[in-house]
């Protein structure tokens, strides 16, 4: 182990402290507690329920899972500690990033350091691994690990299906590379419609599915992890035809549709198992309302968000990693519809765009906790229904729309979330287009 990761700042400003050796390893003057730590280790710790307050008391032998989506942690360590007396920490929710925890070594010594100086760790995922050896260093860490993303998950390529040009509507698609690069129209093969929606599902394979074609259809087309889209699939009996919904993944490898517009605005849900299988109708939980977006965040979670009632709205609905809609979240950013979103950075999403009567280019990131953030000011052209999906497994990408005419312009979003000036439409300029990723 290389010491500590985090920060370990003097409470008097001296700057940060680290105690090595020549060889990388922790200084300790009591070997007998290390090698007892190793053997604990072994033995195992017993885990404890997930501690999610703003202060705790931590004791030998325990394993504790730290919560802090929603504040810091302040954690006490036992006021006396025999050698070899172990404590494990660990970041449940992936959030000491953004709030830490910091350790209170109650009189005893930390690596060496007496208690005046102040133990924080703050990178998301970390587990802490601490053992008590001896009075001259105190508790020490065996374990630190450094984990900054959780596991990337995401796909290569994205695929822009269907939807209405000039002529009315098409099955075109066009195919997006892993550097972001939108491919020439590919001619469709699939029931030509608009304001369908699409996701991914059994990890590297997408669905795009309802849809206006002339009237409301719940009709689905599979689509491969090499891009290509499969014939239509007939609507399943007992689910709901509707345009403008919103799709996002869950659970890593499954996909959900969820609201629209039937006889008027619904809240059903359909879940998609990981061979592509669309189930029947769920009641709804969340505000019916229609031409929403949706996209995934976290470890196999998703968040639809915004739509039309009877007015526009920017409220959003949380996804379990289990498929569950949850009820209304109070809207953040500018209220409208006929929006678009997609997931980037492995485990955070973004919805851009849309109309309220007028069009918007805006853009509202989504954290990895499922958090919509305020209004971030737009860089492309403003215009409405457009897609969106994932490129390259970590980027993003907005595509076509109507800015006051049909448009095949594109913008990339980086992976941390910042959109790029508009690229030069390459496909047929269309509007109410879907978009997943797939590969």
């Not at 899972?65 to 006396?80: K, V």
């Not at 996209?295 to 709205?313: D, F, Q």
């Not at 989504?366 to 390259?392: K, L, M, Q």
């Amino acid at each position: 182990m290389s010491g500590i990761i985090g920060s370990r700042l003097n409470v008097r400003g001296s700057g940060l402290v680290s105690k090595l050796g020549t060889d990388g390893q922790v200084l300790t003057s009591a070997g007998a507690g290390i090698q007892s730590a190793f053997e604990d280790v072994a033995g195992g710790v017993s885990w404890q329920a997930v501690e999610t307050g703003s202060t705790m008391t931590a004791v030998a032998g325990n394993g504790y899972p730290i919560d802090t989506t929603s504040n810091a942690c302040t954690i006490t360590l036992p006021a006396s500690a025999s050698n070899g007396d172990q404590i494990v920490f660990t970041d449940y929710a992936r959030t000491w990033g953004t709030n830490a925890i910091t350790i209170d070594s109650n009189g005893l010594n930390y690596q060496g350091d007496d208690d005046s100086y102040t133990v924080e760790y703050t990178t998301d995922g970390q587990s802490v691994n601490i053992v008590y050896s001896g009075s001259t260093n105190g508790w020490i860490p065996i374990e630190d690990d450094t984990v900054t993303d959780a596991p990337i998950t995401g796909n290569e390529e994205g695929i822009f299906a269907f939807g209405l040009d000039a002529g009315g509507d098409t099955d075109i698609t066009n195919l997006v590379s892993n550097t972001g690069v939108v491919a020439a129209d590919v001619s469709g093969v699939g029931t030509a419609r608009d304001s369908g929606a699409a996701c991914e599902y059994g990890g590297d394979k997408g669905i795009i599915g309802f849809g206006w074609p002339g009237s409301a259809t719940a009709i689905t087309n599979l689509v491969s992890s090499a891009g290509v889209v499969a014939s239509d699939t007939a609507a399943v009996v007992g689910v709901t035809a509707r345009q403008g919904p919103g799709a996002c993944g869950y659970g890593e490898d499954k996909g959900i549709f969820a609201f629209g517009h039937s006889d008027g605005p619904t809240a059903v849900s359909n879940k998609v198992s990981n061979a592509g299988v669309v189930a029947t109708d769920t009641t709804g939980v969340g505000t019916a309302r229609r031409y929403l977006a949706a996209c995934e965040y976290g470890a196999g979670k998703g968040i639809m968000g915004y739509g039309n009632t009877t007015t526009y709205v920017s409220m959003s609905n949380l996804v379990s990693d289990a498929g569950v809609v949850a009820t209304d979240v109070t809207g953040v950013g500018t209220a409208r519809y006929y929006i678009a979103a997609c997931s980037y950075g492995g485990d955070k999403g973004i919805f851009g765009f849309g109309t309220n009567g007028a069009s918007y280019g805006v853009t509202n990131l989504v954290s990895n906790t499922g958090v919509v953030g305020t209004d971030v000011t737009a860089v492309g052209t403003a215009r409405y229904s457009p897609a969106a999906c994932e490129y390259g497994i970590t980027k993003a990408i907005f595509g076509f729309g109507n800015d006051g005419s049909l448009t095949g312009a594109t913008n990339l979003v980086s992976s941390s979330g910042v959109v790029a000036s508009d690229v030069s439409a390459v496909g047929t300029a269309r509007s109410y287009v879907t978009g997943c990723s797939f590969n």
